[in-house]
C-alpha cells in the first residue's frame, strides 16, 4: 500500500504539484514514521515551499533512518542556514562533505556560510578546494570573488568574477558583483544602481527616523531654504521633479509650491516608492535611475530637487545635462552635494561622491545651465563627525 502512495506521491512531486505530493507523503509517515524516502523528499517539498522549519524536521527523521545520504545532510544546512543557524549548517555540510569529498556546490555553499560568518580564511580555503575539483565551477568563481571583496582585495576579486564570466558571460550577479568591485576600485563614475537598490530597499523601515534623528540629516529642509531665496518666475502650481525621492522627505517639503502644478518623484527603490506612496502628495512615482530618465524626452519641469542623491555620483555631466533638457526656460535645478575642497569630484570612503565647487560651476556651465546661488551647509552627521557639503541652485536660461 505505501509503495503504491509513494509512486503516486513522486509523481506528483516531479510534476510540480508539491502540495498534494506532501499530503501523501504525510499518509505514509503516519503508516511507517521510519519510511527514510517519505521523510526525506517531504523534507525536499518543504524547501521547494520554503518552509524551513517543517523541512528541518522531516530532514532529520530522515537523517535518524539513514544518515549516509549526503543530498540529505546538504540540504538540512540549506533549512538551518536560511533560519539564521549558520554555525548547524556548517556542521551539516561537513557531514555531507564527509560523505562526498568531491562534491563541489556543497563545498561552495560550505564557503558561502563560512563568509557569512565572518571566518574568512576557513572560506577561501573552502572555495580554493572546490575550484580544485572544478577550474571552471562558475558559482565557485563568484563566491571566491566574493571572499576577496570581504577581505578589500578588490584587484583580486575582479579576476575571479571575470573568470566566471569567461564561463557565463551573461551571469548576472558575477557582473553585478563585477560593477560593485569596479566602484569599490574607484573606477566606475557613480554608484551601480542595483547596488543602490539594494541599499535603500533594505533602508527603507527606519530610513526616517535614521536619517532625521540619528544623522541628524536636514538636505530636504536647506533645499527649501535655498529656494525660498532665489527669484523664481512663480512660486506656485509648478511642474515640480524630485529625484532620488525616497519616502518622501523633499516632497513633503516642496508640496505646496506644487500645488495646482505637478509632482513628481523618481527612484530605484520599489519599497522607496512605496513608502513615499503612502504620503498622498505624489502625482505619480516613477521606479528607475534617474539619468537615462532625464535624458529621455518628456514633460518639462520649472523645478527639479535632488536632496540626498547626487552624493551617489561622481560624473554629474549626464544629470545637469538632463536637468537642461527637462528644465522650462527659466526653470531651477536645486540640489545638495558634499564638499571637496579641491578640483574635481572624488569617491569618498563612506562609498559616495563629494565634488568641488568649481566642478559644480565648470559642469553646469558646459551643460549650459547657470550658477545661482550655493550655500555651505552641514547637510547630516557620519559617526558623529559632521558631514560638510553644498547647496546649489542652477538656472536655465529663459
Avoid at 109 to 114: G, K, M
Avoid at 148 to 174: R, S
Avoid at 246 to 272: N, Q
Avoid at 304 to 329: E, K, S
Amino acid at each position: 500500500m505505501t509503495e503504491q502512495l509513494m509512486q503516486e506521491a513522486q509523481a506528483l512531486h516531479e510534476s510540480g504539484q508539491l502540495d498534494a505530493a506532501a499530503e501523501i507523503y504525510l499518509k505514509v509517515i503516519e503508516a511507517e514514521p521510519r519510511q527514510f524516502l517519505a521523510q526525506c523528499s517531504l523534507g525536499f517539498v518543504y524547501m521547494l515551499q520554503s518552509r524551513f522549519a517543517d523541512a528541518e524536521k522531516h530532514l532529520a527523521a530522515s537523517i535518524s533512518v539513514e544518515p549516509r545520504i549526503p543530498d540529505a545532510w546538504a540540504q538540512l544546512s540549506v533549512a538551518l542556514h536560511q533560519q539564521g543557524r549558520a554555525q548547524e549548517a556548517v556542521s551539516c555540510l561537513d557531514r555531507a562533505i564527509g560523505l562526498q569529498p568531491d562534491n563541489v556546490e556543497m563545498l561552495t555553499n560550505r564557503a558561502v556560510i563560512l563568509l557569512d560568518l565572518g571566518c574568512i580564511e576557513q572560506a577561501q580555503a573552502t572555495i580554493e578546494t572546490a575550484l580544485a575539483f572544478k577550474p571552471d565551477f562558475v558559482h565557485a568563481h563568484i563566491i571566491k570573488g566574493n571572499v576577496f571583496a570581504a577581505q578589500k582585495n578588490y584587484e583580486k576579486a575582479l579576476m575571479a568574477y571575470d573568470a566566471a564570466l569567461a564561463g557565463d558571460p551573461d551571469n548576472p550577479v558575477a557582473r553585478e558583483n563585477r560593477e560593485h568591485t569596479l566602484f569599490s576600485l574607484g573606477r566606475t563614475p557613480r554608484c551601480t544602481p542595483t547596488y543602490m537598490r539594494r541599499l535603500f530597499d533594505a533602508f527603507t523601515d527606519n530610513y526616517d527616523r535614521h536619517m532625521l534623528e540619528t544623522l541628524d540629516y536636514r538636505a530636504h529642509l536647506q533645499l527649501r531654504d535655498l529656494a525660498n531665496k532665489i527669484p523664481m518666475d512663480k512660486k506656485s502650481a509648478l511642474s515640480i521633479l524630485d529625484l532620488g525621492s525616497g519616502t518622501g522627505l523633499v516632497g513633503e517639503t516642496f508640496k505646496d509650491l506644487a500645488h495646482g502644478g505637478r509632482l513628481r518623484g523618481i527612484d530605484l527603490s520599489p519599497l522607496m516608492n512605496e513608502e513615499a506612496k503612502k504620503r498622498g502628495i505624489y502625482d505619480e512615482l516613477i521606479l528607475g535611475d534617474l539619468e537615462p530618465y532625464l535624458a529621455s524626452p518628456g514633460l518639462p519641469y520649472d523645478l527639479i530637487l535632488a536632496a540626498d542623491t547626487l552624493i551617489y555620483l561622481g560624473d554629474l555631466a549626464p544629470t545637469f545635462g538632463g536637468a537642461a533638457q527637462r528644465l522650462v526656460p527659466g526653470g531651477h535645478f536645486v540640489f545638495a552635494v558634499e564638499a571637496k575642497g579641491e578640483e574635481g569630484w572624488t569617491k569618498t570612503d563612506a562609498n559616495r561622491f563629494a565634488h568641488s565647487l568649481s566642478y559644480l560651476r565648470d559642469e553646469a556651465k558646459r551643460q549650459g545651465l547657470e550658477f545661482v546661488e550655493f550655500s555651505d551647509q552641514i547637510l547630516r552627521t557620519q559617526d558623529k563627525i559632521p558631514v560638510e557639503g553644498y547647496v546649489v541652485a542652477l538656472r536655465k536660461p529663459a
